[in-house]
């Protein structure tokens, strides 16, 4: 019997990773997990899915925590309704344990938050990294997020890789930039968006089916 399979897909923003997982989870009749986990982390968190949004991907800085804990309040304050603070350990272990939860109902593909080291072991995982180069990036977001200036969009992105190398490091210990980490990386500034797609179906299409894939390994 074939037990649970899934995709995973780490990529860099402005390489179209999450378009293509899209694209790719829809021919693939794969259930599409990406910000779905964050939503139903901050249920079972007892929180409002916004106090949450900020936080896809991403850390705490020190200064967000500080504001955090005074957020609640001194005791002689003027009152003020209670902030549930969370913090980054019980929002990465409640989306690792919904990811966990969410590949035994079958066959999904999960963009981000470390799933390809998050479920060694509780799946059968083909693991892709999606990247590209810089200039082909900046032009994408400018294009994407309506940015004026290439510099601005390049600040966008150093911020955004930055927090995803802690996240990441945070979550699994690794380095997201280790090829080692994944059986298959793309770049879609050569390879286009249709290709990319056509790769990872191509194969996605050969975990769902066969019992054994003898060339699938745990990397590292």
């Known amino acids: 019997m074939i037990g649970p399979t899934a995709i995973t897909i780490m990529r860099e923003l402005g390489s179209g990773g999450a378009y293509i997982g899209q694209q ?8 599409y997990i990406d910000r779905e986990i964050l939503e139903e982390a901050a249920k ?3 929180c409002h899915k916004g106090e949450l949004d900020d936080r896809d991907g991403r850390l705490q800085s020190f200064w967000e925590k500080l504001i955090a804990v005074f957020a609640v309040g001194a005791p002689e304050a003027v ?9 980054d350990e019980q929002l ?8 966990e939860e969410l ?3 079958g066959p999904c593909l999960i963009v ?3 799933a390809f080291y998050v479920l060694r072991g509780k799946a059968k995982l083909f ?6 180069p810089i200039s082909f990036r900046i032009r994408r977001v400018m294009h994407m997020y309506g940015i004026k200036t290439e510099k601005e969009a390049a600040g966008m992105l150093d911020r955004s890789d930055q927090e995803r190398d802690r996240y990441i490091r945070f979550c699994t210990g690794l380095n997201r930039l280790d090829v080692r980490n994944y059986h298959l990386t ?4 050569t390879i286009d968006f249709a290709s990319a797609t056509e790769m990872i179906v191509r194969l996605g299409q050969d975990l769902r089916e066969e019992a054994d894939w003898p060339w699938v390994k745990d990397p590292l």
Not at 79 to 87: D, E
Not at 127 to 132: G, K, L, P, T
Not at 186 to 189: E, K, Q
């Open 24 to 31: 790719a989870a829809k021919r693939l009749g794969y259930a």
């Open 186 to 189: 793309i770049d879609t500034g």
């Open 112 to 114: 981000g938050r470390g």
């Open 103 to 105: 590949v035994s109902k």
């Open 44 to 46: 079972k968190l007892g």
């Open 92 to 99: 990465v272990e409640t989306q690792n344990h919904l990811m």
């Open 127 to 132: 693991n892709v990294f999606i990247h590209a």
């Open 79 to 87: 009152y003020i309704p209670p902030v549930r603070w969370i913090s």
